[in-house]
């Protein structure tokens, strides 16, 4: 698990949540504030993501159908029922969860990965196309806009408002739902469950004849790598208040979030945020280049397979395991 | 419906099923032989495309010099597309999701690339061929009907030079057995490097054929990549002879469900049965017949 | 003829070959006996090229082999016949026997051919088969006679005998030994020491990735540490 964790994940995740409530209280002016909710959103994407492609082996490529569930689910519902978005995301994400177990079946009877990343990516075009050709629901590709942002919430005097155009509040939400997830992750990967994972990413068969049942395990972490990016996803619509079909669940999503997860580190815990934060933010300078975006997105993607396939949160392992090896080696073995 | 509806419906579905069926046997016997999925794979009709209107409309080339010349061309792309970003990956660990996300990264490299030198403008190639054909009261221009003939002769001829030819032996002998065919002393960097020129040919002619009825544009890759994936999927992965019946399989189910739905979900249907058959034959329909 | 000088091989970060050393000199029959798992087929591996050891030299006739990839081996003289046959299951046995030779000039094939089909006449009557459909006994045949096609100098075969009847293995150390006949050195390796040994003329004993034993075929038999462990061992489990 060291390897997925770094060493010390509580302390890194500290620490990361303390430059987060830093840069909350200090004057950071609110075009920051909004790249870094984008990447905060993004980089809860990722992790949920990162579950299953990077810390359980399963090579899917479908997930920005989860998160297109979560983003039209919870608009849809809060937009025709008026129904609060604190309580939409829920169904947004607990859609997205179900969406996961609905794929996740076929896929479990394939170890191939061919079959696995192919099967993901069609149910991804699937669902693209069933939000963009319902178009009396969703107004397809002409996009779904009116969608209403996060009630505010008030302590006293002071009211938090949210959605664009409320910058300060909404990198507060983005960073709270952030840093719950990744909390709420870095629990679960270092009980039980978490070992279960890395035995079934090191040797499904191995797994197996420890008594794991891999089918009931690999379909859990689906449901649970699904409802985080359906959460992501509902999160995205309530702050940027529009979606297209394409922008969410298109061939643009696969490409960002791959970038990310690569850039990142796959299957490294911390991976996802290391890589939103650099390509969301260093991006967002290249701004005026903008149709060199995609561009640089699939070159940066080739350039860290080649060089650095295991990301940044790569690069920090390496450094840490030259500099102690035998301890590291301990803790692994403890673990 | 009509007898001639009917067989206007058999026909369609048999002209788009040849297309899919001319990516995804390209991306079949590349996985076959090479157990690499190139997601690049849609970005070679692309290229075929641009290329085959640059000599035909800009230089005003006659139609089949410009396409044999398209089709060298595109072949030398897809060999070196597999030398560059394809090979140096295949001795290291974890290759295979490597190669994945390396080819996620040139498609999109590539796509964008088209963009920026060529802009967002949706270009056609004119008819290469006049005329209609009159059968039982339908009446097909000779330009569709040619895609079916062409595309056939095509897989024809592919097939001839996998069970004919000495490079189509070792290639089914390194499909079949990669470490036996090295030990027989077969290269296999040579053997991997022609399956990528010749499922690049092939894509290369799926895109001459459609680029008259179809308008040539950076992204026209990417919906035939996913087809191309679900035929070698249905075929039983990296079977030629199963990616060609099911090209023609999806065609004509596609064709079929546009005559009760919507066209916009035709590929719905499409995709749908595709997890459907996955759901009950992981194998494929034709699982058994490979290489 | 043929020389190991202390291979190391890793597979990953683990070491499965040390320091091995082994030699095959002209017309020799050497077996390579050991227990499943104690790296008998990654010697051979090594040897051809599939495998590229991580220490150690590989030498054929005093010629360094280290830079020539397993596709330029058969070019120097050596074949291999893989464990468990490895045929070209979908192709006819014709095609396989002939792709033997395909690192020999196509000149050749004609004059190889005759000689492998003079060696092994029975496949005269299977040419035509699909290889993958044939007995396992047949397999083996062709897989001989595919590695013969590359004309080696010293032909090495992983378990020969696997999954043979006795009458089978009989028939395939005869054919052994008539290629032995031939001229064509033999480097084979097999888990029954009495069957090594006694075809060979000499024997490695391979534990654990080290070789712990040589000698001559009889010295091996008469070994007590073969006798009380391989041979007592292997006839109780035998019965
Ligand atoms: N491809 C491989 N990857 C990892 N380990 C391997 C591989 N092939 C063999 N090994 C390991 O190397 C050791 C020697 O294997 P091998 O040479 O096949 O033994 P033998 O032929 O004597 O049964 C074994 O421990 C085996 O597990
Ligand atoms: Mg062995």
């Known amino acids: ?335 | 419906m009509t007898a001639s509806l009917f067989l206007e419906m058999v026909i369609n579905g048999l002209i788009s099923g040849s297309i899919y069926a001319l990516v995804g046997s390209g991306i079949a016997l590349v996985y076959g032989t090479t157990r690499v999925l190139n997601f690049a794979h849609g970005e070679l009709l692309m290229i075929a495309g641009y290329l085959v209107l640059f000599f035909a409309v800009t230089l005003g080339w006659n139609v089949i010099l410009a396409s044999v010349v398209t089709l060298a061309l595109v072949g030398g792309i897809g060999a070196a597309i597999q030398r560059v970003t394809i090979a140096p990956l295949l001795a290291r660990e974890d290759w295979a999701f490597r190669v994945i996300a390396a080819t996620i990264g040139l498609s999109i490299l590539l796509q964008s690339g088209a963009q920026i030198v060529w802009g967002e403008q949706f270009r056609t190639l004119p008819y290469f061929f006049d005329g209609v054909v009159s059968l039982g009261g339908l009446r097909m221009p000779v330009q569709r009907l040619s895609i079916l003939v062409i595309a056939l002769a095509l897989m024809g001829l592919c097939a001839l030079v996998l069970y004919r030819t000495g490079l189509g032996r070792i290639v089914r002998a390194t499909a079949q057995d990669a470490e036996a065919a090295l030990a027989v002393g077969i290269p296999a960097g040579l053997v991997h490097t022609s399956v990528f020129a010749i499922s690049a040919v092939l894509a290369g002619a799926g895109a001459i054929l459609l680029s008259p009825i179809l308008t040539v544009n950076p992204w026209m890759g990417v919906s035939f990549l996913l087809k191309g994936f679900a035929v070698v999927i249905l075929g039983g992965l990296g079977s030629f002879g199963g990616a060609v019946a099911a090209g023609f399989l999806l065609g004509l189910i596609e064709a079929a469900s546009v005559t009760v739905l919507p066209t916009e979900w035709r590929d719905v249907v499409a995709f749908t049965f595709l997890i459907a058959v996955i759901w009950v034959r992981p194998n494929g329909l034709f699982a058994g017949r490979e290489a | 003829m043929l020389r190991l000088e202390g291979i190391d091989v890793h597979y990953g970060a683990t070491q499965v070959l040390w320091s091995v050393d082994m030699h095959v000199a002209q017309g020799e029959i050497v077996a390579i006996m050991g227990p499943n798992g104690s790296g008998k087929s990654t010697v051979l591996k090594a040897a051809m090229g599939l495998k590229a050891p991580s220490g150690g030299r590989v030498r054929l006739d005093g010629r360094e082999m280290q830079s020539a990839p397993a596709t330029e081996r058969p070019r120097h003289g050596m074949a291999i016949v893989l464990e468990r046959r490895r045929l070209f299951p979908r192709m006819s046995v014709h095609e396989n026997i002939v792709l033997g030779a395909y690192a020999r000039p196509a000149r050749e094939t004609r004059g190889s051919l005759d000689w492998v089909l003079g060696l092994l006449p029975d496949l005269r009557d299977h040419l035509d088969a699909t290889a993958g459909k044939l007995s396992g006994g047949q397999q083996q045949m062709v897989a001989i006679a595919r590695g013969l096609m590359a004309r080696p100098r010293v032909l090495l075969m992983d378990e020969p005998f696997l999954g043979l009847s006795p009458a089978m293995v009989r028939t395939v150390s005869a054919i052994m030994r008539t290629i032995n006949d031939e001229g064509v050195a033999i480097l084979f390796n097999e888990q029954n020491a009495k069957l090594s040994f006694a075809l060979s003329h000499r024997g490695y004993l391979l534990e654990s990735g080290r070789v712990i034993l040589s000698g001559s075929g009889q010295e091996m038999l008469d070994h007590p540490e073969v006798k009380r462990v391989y041979l007592g061992v292997r006839e109780e489990a035998v019965r």
């Not at chain 1, 079946?105 to 963009?132: D, N, Q």
């Not at chain 1, 490409?255 to 933010?281: D, K, N, Q, S």
């Open chain 1, 1 to 335: 698990m060291i390897e997925v964790l770094g060493r010390r994940p509580a302390l890194t995740l500290s620490v990361c949540v303390a430059l987060f409530l830093l840069i909350s209280v200090l004057p950071v002016n609110d075009y920051v504030l909004h790249i870094l909710t984008l990447s905060l959103i993004f980089a809860m994407f990722a992790s949920g993501w990162n579950l299953t492609l990077g810390i359980l082996g399963l090579k899917t490529l479908g997930h920005h159908a989860f998160f297109a569930i979560g983003a039209y689910l919870s608009a849809i519902v809060a937009f025709y029922g008026g129904v609060s978005p604190w309580l939409t995301i829920w169904a947004g994400a607990a859609l997205a969860a179900l969406a996961g177990l609905l794929i996740g079946l076929p896929i479990l009877r394939i170890r191939s990965m061919p079959h696995v990343a192919i099967v993901t990516l069609a149910f991804a075009e699937i669902v693209r196309l069933i939000f963009s050709n319902l178009k009396d629901i969703t107004r397809g590709e002409l996009g779904f806009w009116g969608i209403p942002p996060f009630d505010p919430v008030s302590f006293g005097e002071t009211t938090i408002r949210f959605g664009l155009g409320n910058a300060w509040g909404s990198y507060v939400l983005a960073g709270a739902f952030f840093f719950a997830v990744q909390a709420g992750l870095l629990l679960l990967l270092r009980s039980r469950p978490g070992m279960t994972f890395a035995a079934i990413r090191d040797s499904e068969a191995a797994a197996e004849s420890l008594g794991i049942n891999l089918s009931t395990w690999k379909l859990a972490a689906f449901a649970l790598s699904a409802g985080i990016v359906g959460l992501s996803g509902a999160i995205y619509a309530h702050y940027v208040m529009i979606l297209t079909p394409t922008s969410v669940a298109g061939p643009e999503m696969l490409i960002t979030l791959l970038a990310i997860i690569i850039v990142g580190g796959a299957g490294r815990f911390f991976g996802p945020l290391y890589g939103a934060l650099l390509l969301t933010g260093s991006l967002e300078l290249l701004r005026e280049f903008g149709e060199y975006r995609m561009l640089l997105y699939g070159a940066l993607v080739i350039g860290f397979v080649f060089a650095a396939p295991h990301g940044i949160a790569g690069l920090r392992i390496g450094r840490l395991r030259r500099r102690d090896r035998r301890g590291t080696r301990e803790r692994s073995s403890a673990a």
